[in-house]
């Protein structure tokens, strides 16, 4: 049997991922110099550490901590997770501490503590959220909860949350100010749900899955009512043992309620159950999206 490995990707998607590297690391290092670090603020993780550093003894360093310190995590990537993903590991972190140290020289916003907090971690977060769409990381705290996830069963927020902790708290010990390790808290917040918009989107898709007696109705209606795409596999009740067609709806969060209030429409006994997704992949090149395919011209009554 011939071995499957993972498709070749094409020199422009490779251009497309670098270019999004790249762009998200010069993004996340202006944050850092011209935001974050001249106000005494810092980011988690092993950047965290560097920042911490940096302060200790001269910001010039900044980089070569932050490629130091990332060593030991590209070796566990490289033993634990996967080749390919430290070669992506490996360009972040290169191109990350060079505009670090490339924008140095860039003169620092000093404003009030909101406005810095807010800006300085919206785009903080665009530029993390950027790195990690694309494939790269600069931060080696989440190697360390990749192997946790896999090793011990926490999730890899978990682990990226008490390390940070520990960071922050260390910057409070260390320099003998809270004020600022709450700012930095608040700052890394801002940061984290701005890597969710740029990761998730804007669009939140749901997973809908409907059990019903009226499953061959509730399809028609869904088709034809709404757009919506949908599935149907066989399923079983455990207690009663009853043969039952079971619905699979992706659709987004604007026309969930439409969703439900046909459903109930036609079978008020209808068990449903809703799911966050974050991401759907199609091909283009299909007849057929997977959900608003196309919209009735009046509401569902």
Avoid at 226 to 248: A, D, H, K, V
């Amino acid at each position: 049997m011939a071995h499957l490995g993972l498709t070749k990707k094409k020199p422009l998607q490779m251009a497309a991922e670098y270019f999004g590297i790249a762009l998200g690391s010069f993004l996340a290092a202006l944050a850092i110099r011209v935001f974050l670090y001249p106000n005494h603020l810092i980011d988690g993780g092993v950047v965290g550490i560097s920042l911490i550093l940096g302060r200790l003894t001269n910001d010039s360093f900044i980089s070569l901590y932050l490629i130091l310190l990332n060593l030991p995590f590209v070796y566990l990537a490289y033993k634990y997770i996967r080749r390919t993903f430290v070669i992506q590991m490996l360009i972040a972190i290169s191109i990350f501490a060079f505009f670090l140290s490339w924008l140095e020289v860039v003169p620092p916003f000093h404003g009030d503590p909101l406005e810095i907090i807010a800006i300085g971690g919206a785009i903080l977060g665009i530029g993390a959220g950027l790195i990690i769409r694309y494939g790269g990381c600069t931060d080696g705290s989440e190697i360390l909860g990749i192997i946790a996830n896999k090793r011990f069963g926490f999730t890899v927020g978990q682990v990226v949350l008490v390390f940070n902790f520990f960071v922050f708290a260390g910057y409070g010990v260390i320099f003998l100010d809270w004020h600022i390790a709450v700012k930095s808290l608040l700052t890394y917040i801002v940061a984290f749900k701005m890597i969710d918009l740029v990761i998730v989107g804007l669009d939140e898709i749901k997973s809908v899955t409907v059990i019903s007696a009226k499953s061959d109705e509730l399809s028609a209606a869904i088709l034809e009512e709404l757009g919506l795409g949908l599935t149907i596999t066989n399923g079983r009740g455990g207690y009663t043992g009853e043969e039952r067609n079971i619905l699979n709806i992706i659709v987004e969060r604007l026309d969930l309620a439409d969703l439900k209030d046909l459903i109930l429409k036609i079978d008020q006994t209808a068990f449903i159950s809703i799911s966050n997704i974050y991401e759907v992949v199609y091909s283009h090149k299909s007849k057929r999206k997977p959900f608003r395919t196309r919209r009735k011209t009046k509401p569902v009554a």
